[in-house]
């Protein structure tokens, strides 16, 4: 299948799912954590999908690559964000284990998708 937007690729779209669990969960996080934690979860998991779509719509494999990057790093920060909130009482491990999942997926997806982008997986005119 031919990637034509940023839409089609389903990393994207799971990382769509993730930003509305992130959002869900923290409405039920303490008012005083609105500026703290909810906030920095929120814009971490919003990170995720705007990183891939940025990096997919710019013209260079290589840009791709660093954007995807980023999202990783956006991932790992939704985790340990969330781990802190149970810590904290915030979340159960129910609905933590129910977003990890999925973040996990992400995670190895974005992986999967930067290895097939490296260098190594193109020979000289650029194709597979």
């Known amino acids: 299948m031919q990637v034509k937007s940023y839409k ?30 909810t906030n920095q979860l929120r814009r971490a998991a919003v990170s995720i999908p705007s990183n891939i779509a940025e990096g997919q719509a710019r013209n260079s494999t290589a840009e791709f ?9 956006s991932l790992a920060e939704v985790e340990t964000q969330l781990l802190i909130a149970e810590r904290l009482k915030y979340i159960d491990s129910k609905k933590l284990d129910e977003i990890l999942n999925i973040q996990g997926e992400i ?21 597979k």
């Open 8 to 37: 089609d690729l389903i990393v994207w779209q799971k990382s769509m799912d993730l930003v509305a669990m992130v959002y869900q969960v923290t409405k039920t996080f303490p008012k005083e954590e609105l500026y703290g934690l």
């Open 65 to 73: 690559r660093n954007f995807l990057s980023i999202a990783r790093g």
């Open 107 to 127: 995670n190895k997806m974005t992986n999967a998708l930067m290895n097939k982008l490296a260098p190594h997986h193109f020979d000289r005119r650029g194709m």
